[in-house]
């Protein structure tokens, strides 16, 4: 039976990204996102969850998102679900799903710096997926575009 392991999320950065780097000097960050959900309950009263996600990413895209991301940016991310299982100081099995950041995307027009945006490209794996011993191997990011005068804007 085919397998399916895909996740789609947009909402706002709760924290700065941390980032931290592997023995073999990968770079990897972590971060949370708070994704909102609206609705209206069977009276007509407007009510709002939030659910808090728990986030991953690595190489380039890790640095990228380090670099450009702060607390409250809204950011769109794909990726995967992981699930993560240690033994607490108790000796109690423990477990945490996250989301390992496969793509991403800026939802806004503000940076850092005044430069660009700079929209991330999923990562290709060399070697054996299941394995985990591939590498992540970033593509390239293009270079930040020229500056759009309002009237050269269309609408």
């Not at 397998?3 to 709760?14: A, D, E, F, I, K």
């Not at 700065?16 to 972590?30: K, S």
């Not at 700079?118 to 290709?124: G, I, W, Y």
Request: hydrophobic share 30%; glycine share 6%.
């Amino acid at each position: 039976m085919p397998n399916l392991n895909r996740v789609m999320l947009m909402g706002n950065l709760t924290r700065d990204p941390e980032l931290r780097y592997t023995p073999n000097n990968t770079a990897v960050a972590n971060l949370a996102l708070a994704v909102n959900r609206r609705w209206r309950d069977q009276q007509g009263e407007q009510q709002e969850e939030t659910t808090y996600v728990d986030c991953e990413a690595w190489s380039r895209q890790a640095e990228n998102i380090n670099k450009y991301l702060n607390k409250g940016r809204p950011v769109f991310i794909e990726g995967r679900l992981k699930l993560d299982q240690w033994q607490d100081k108790d000796g109690n099995n423990r477990s945490k799903l996250k989301v390992v950041v496969e793509h991403f995307q800026f939802i806004d027009s503000r940076s850092a710096e005044g430069t660009s945006p700079v929209r991330s490209t999923p990562p290709q794996r060399s070697g054996d997926e299941s394995g985990g011993s591939g590498e992540l191997s970033q593509a390239p990011v293009s270079q930040p575009h020229q500056a759009v005068e309002e009237q050269d804007i269309p609408f």
